[in-house]
C-alpha cells in the first residue's frame, strides 16, 4: 500500500484525517467542524478542491458505501 494516513486532534478539538498517495503526490483532508464535514484534496502540493456538506449526509454516504449493494 502507497499510502499514509493520519489521524489527529487540532488544538481547536476538531477531528482531523489526512491520506496521502504517495505515488501520485496526492493528498486528501477531512475535517470535522462542528456538524459539518470538510473535504480538502490537494495535488502536487496545489489545493484543488474544498467541498463541505452536513455531518448526517457524510455518515449515510458511508453507510452506503460500505454495505453489500449486491
Same mark, same amino acid.
Given at each position: 500500500m502507497n499510502y499514509d494516513y493520519k489521524h489527529k486532534e487540532k488544538k481547536n478539538g476538531n477531528s482531523f484525517v489526512s491520506v496521502r498517495d504517495k505515488g501520485e503526490n496526492a493528498l486528501l483532508e477531512v475535517e470535522k467542524k462542528g456538524n459539518q464535514i470538510e473535504l480538502v484534496t490537494y495535488w502536487q502540493n496545489d489545493k484543488t478542491t474544498k467541498f463541505k456538506l452536513p455531518l448526517e449526509l457524510f455518515?449515510?454516504?458511508?453507510? =452506503?458505501?460500505?454495505?453489500?449493494? =449486491?
Open positions: 455518515e449515510k454516504m458511508y453507510k =452506503d458505501m460500505i454495505q453489500d449493494h =449486491d
